[in-house]
């Protein structure tokens, strides 16, 4: 079953005006052929990331208090880095600095880094 990328739209726009969790009753699993559509659309490349399990615990209750999931909650903050011009190298030891450096910065206690 193909969806055209109209109706995806329009589905991802309303459900985006209900709030996060809000199940349409049209969600199923997507074929990797279409998860990679849509990420090719949508300009994503999948990566792998090893973080300390902390900093991975305490972005989970941030992005808990704001109603996202926790990967669309990095991403965000990591493009916000990235568009300030912070991150010129991402290596893992330099986005665990990065991301402690921002939760500090947001006055969040960072333990376990």
Known sequence: MK????TLKL?????EKLGPGVDLGLSRKMTPEESSELDRKAGLQMISLRLPVQAIKKLKELAEKEGIKYQPYI???LLKLANEGE???LTESRVVELIEQRLKKMGKKVSGF
């Open 3 to 6: 969806m055209k990328s109209k």
């Open 11 to 15: 589905i991802l726009k309303d459900s």
């Open 75 to 77: 991403r965000k903050n």
């Open 87 to 89: 991150i010129r190298s």
